[in-house]
């Protein structure tokens, strides 16, 4: 390994993520052999909708003002007006007051997480994460130092406190949630969050603070009438990180925000760890364009109903294909169960009928594979029949009953 | 230490700083006092020359598209077509031909340094510095595990090769460099760059792989008919980190790039591995909007004419007024000398001036201050007076012959 171009860890990663290249390259592959339009890539959270009209129209304002300064460094934790702005909007939203000062402006959720776990983690650290999981999790823990901690969740997805309660040691320094979620769509209920920021909050004072961290970039695509409850009012050691990527469908350009609980232990300090660790992770501020844009466009967001009738389209044809599934609550995906105990085979099999999708394995959650349904109607409803295809031409005998 | 907020070494980091941060302080409390305009506030490297006219018209011109997805993701390394642009750029740059296939599109130089030591950093790797040197460099080694090993250079600020050599040890992964430096304002030739390129090449094959890593956001920005000579063409083992935020002057947008010298040794590992770390990093991808502006912008630049102005009107008054400096050859610093020993003290003289400046401890250039003169020139016309009265109210005896 002596002479290896990149650090041991890191080829490490590369070694271990290389199916998932071949499953890319198949992919590739196939979309050259029958046509883009003909392969159904199910793969790829990357919204297909456009981002809502006001956010053109802001872009086109901002710049043609020509203000002066506008496109240099500000504070690092972002310009204070914006700054005042998101602290306004969480306040409404998380059931606690929270001013600018509360409020690093990041570059998107993976960046905002990224400077949270530089900022309160020691070597060694423990983070408990619900499983399954966002896969990049695993990856922002150990970068800084941390250990991934995953715990069980109850048969539907929703919090199993106890198993969170069990899982923590000395060493647990956080409890991470992604709410709605990735992979599986569930939306946490405001009862689950109490207890587990009761569980959370009790133990400051008795140890070093443990820290309630909440990624909600999908906070708004909930369906059903459902509505995301606060997280800051359950738990004082809270952190809220999250991204405009969703709300806008504007991932690509990468801001988002971290909102700290003016109540936890040592705020002031905590805020200047994060706006220290935005700095040297190289961040240093979010996008200056974006943070006026997302600031000017408040409550802006993108037609949501697009994903219900989508969310519809890929549940009701599952069904009828005569999948298994938790029909998802919030987010754009659905965590469905494979047919077979190998997922890895089962997307396999899927890719001779042209559909990409994502095992379940990958996201700590084998027995599984992830559809992701924010992709254009057409292919949805093309892909279905496909889907029956793939299930029927299963070998008698091999499916779960 | 248990209770901390924050983990141990942040905890330490911020203790470390907080001088700084009573020098800002005291900074924003001359400002309330005196007036804005009537402090010299020349510590911050934010240049103050608006983008070119051509930066609001791309923008403006790209938004008014309203291209589908483009906002969305893209390749985590970037745009294929921007990667194109700016390898075009570069292979005329740094005479060998790179394609966009060793580009990786990054939030700014700092982002892409981080990027860089991320992948290529075993723990305990060294990283050679010449001193002084950017002040967070030590920050973006340490994120990763490596440590910084800074070693002199040459009275004039040039590099001092010898002691380059003399510095690698079994651990060292990387020589980094700044150039046009920050905060000398040296610009390094092609003899010394061949110089350290032959030496770093020379350990190819006989060791792990070491790079040349040249981080030069002040290309651009040089002075008396001087050029930046070439990088890649001068060392194998070479990357370049750069970004437009000097260039075009917007530095609160976080654009810039990686590339890579396509003959380094496992040059598509080394690849592989920077894009998976601009992704599990939290950058994921360089902000969208300003991949594609500064692509279309191409060679576009801000009028450095003005800095050339500047650097007179600074070098003048400070020659006249007294002090002691090598005139720089890029980049908007001086790197004086301090008029006593004790860099620091006389800052804090300098702010009874109202004049705000950088003490050159925090660049390891103890007995030196920074001046940065990307500023309005009539801060620095008059500032010229302040600087000659703080020096000629020093105690007798106390400043240096």
Chains 1, 2 share one sequence.
Not at 361 to 377: L, S
Request: hydrophobic fraction near 40%.
């Amino acid at each position: 390994m002596a002479d290896l171009p990149v650090g041991e860890k890191i080829y490490g990663a590369l070694e271990k993520s290389s199916w998932i290249r071949r499953m890319f390259e198949v992919g590739t592959a196939l979309k050259k052999e029958h046509g883009e339009e003909n392969v159904f890539d199910l793969t790829l959270g990357n919204p297909d909708l456009d981002p809502p009209l006001e956010f053109f129209d802001t872009i086109a304002a901002l710049i043609q003002e020509r203000k002066k300064g506008a496109h240099g460094y500000m504070p690092n934790a972002g310009y204070p007006d914006v700054l005042d702005t998101v602290g306004r909007l969480v306040s409404a939203t998380h059931g606690v007051e929270v001013g600018g000062r509360s409020i690093v402006m990041t570059c998107g959720a993976a960046g905002g997480l990224n400077v949270v776990f530089k900022t309160i983690l020691d070597p060694g650290d423990e983070v408990i994460v619900p499983r399954p999981y966002f896969a990049e999790y695993g990856a922002y823990i150990d970068n800084h130092g941390g250990r991934m901690v995953t715990v069980d969740t109850a048969a539907d997805f929703s919090l199993d406190v106890d198993a969170i309660d069990a899982a923590m040691t000395a060493r647990t320094r956080a409890v991470l949630i992604n709410t709605p979620n990735n992979p599986t769509g569930k939306l946490y209920r405001e009862a689950e969050l109490a207890a587990l920021g009761a569980l959370i909050d009790a133990r400051a004072g008795t140890t070093r603070p443990v820290y309630l961290i909440a990624d909600e970039p999908y906070r708004e695509i909930v369906y059903d009438g459902l509505e995301a409850p606060p997280i800051l009012k359950q738990c004082r050691q809270s952190i809220v990180v999250t991204s405009y990527s969703k709300s806008l469908s504007i991932p690509g350009e990468r801001i988002g925000y971290i909102a700290v609980n003016p109540s936890c232990a040592g705020a002031d300090t905590l805020m200047a760890g994060l706006i220290m660790c935005n700095r040297i992770l190289g961040f240093v501020n979010a996008p200056a364009l974006m943070q006026r844009a997302v600031a000017a466009l408040a409550t802006a967001r993108v037609n949501t109903q697009a994903y219900t009738k989508r969310r519809d389209l890929i549940c009701d044809g599952l069904e009828y294909a005569g999948y298994r599934f938790d029909r998802p609550e919030g987010a754009f995906y659905v965590f469905c169960k494979s047919p077979i105990p190998d997922d890895v085979a089962f997307v396999q099999h899927l890719q001779r009928y042209n559909i990409l999708t994502v095992p379940g394995v990958g996201f700590g959650g084998p027995g599984h594979f992830r559809i992701c349904y924010c992709v254009p109607e057409s292919v949805i409803t093309r892909a279905i029949p496909r889907f029956k295809e793939a299930l029927d031409t299963l070998p008698k005998g091999t499916a779960n009953s």
